[in-house]
Nanobody, 122 residues
Framework: QVQLVESGGGLVQAGGSLSLSCAASGRTYDNYVMGWFRQAPGKERELVAAITWSDSPPYYADFVKGRFTISRGNAKTAYIQMNNLKPEDTAVYYC????????????????WGQGTQVTVSS
C-alpha cells in the first residue's frame, strides 16, 4: 500500500511561483510513475506533468510547458515547481502514482494524495 501526501499549496498572485511536494509512505517501487493532476471546480481532473524512473523525458501538458518543472527526489518524493502562474492554474492539485508505464488517464493511477489547493489571483 502506498500513501501520498501533498504539501505546498497556497495563494499567490499572477506571475508568482509555488512549489508542491509529494511524500510517499508505505511500500514503494522504483518503477512507479509519479504524476501531478489538477481539478478545477466544474472541470475534469487533468494531468499536468508526470515523471518516470526511466530515461524518458518528463511529460508536460501543453498548458504548463515552459512554466512548470516536475522532478523526483528519491523513490518516495516528487516535486513540481510552478512558475509564472496564471489565474487559470487555480485548482486542487493531486499527486498520484502508478506502477509500470506512463499514462495520462487519471483512472489508471492507483494511488492518490488528498490534494492541495492552489489559488492564483489576478
Amino acid at each position: 500500500q502506498v500513501q501520498l501526501v501533498e504539501s505546498g499549496g497556497g495563494l499567490v498572485q499572477a506571475g508568482g511561483s509555488l512549489s508542491l511536494s509529494c511524500a510517499a509512505s508505505g511500500r514503494t517501487y522504483d518503477n512507479y510513475v509519479m504524476g501531478w493532476f489538477r481539478q478545477a471546480p466544474g472541470k475534469e481532473r487533468e494531468l499536468v506533468a508526470a515523471i518516470t524512473w526511466s530515461d524518458s523525458p518528463p511529460y508536460y501538458a501543453d498548458f504548463v510547458k515552459g512554466r512548470f518543472t516536475i522532478s523526483r527526489g528519491n523513490a518516495k518524493t516528487a516535486y513540481i515547481q510552478m512558475n509564472n502562474l496564471k489565474p487559470e492554474d487555480t485548482a486542487v492539485y493531486y499527486c498520484a502514482a502508478k506502477p509500470g508505464a506512463f499514462s495520462d488517464i487519471a483512472a489508471r493511477y492507483d494511488y492518490w494524495g488528498q490534494g492541495t489547493q492552489v489559488t492564483v489571483s489576478s
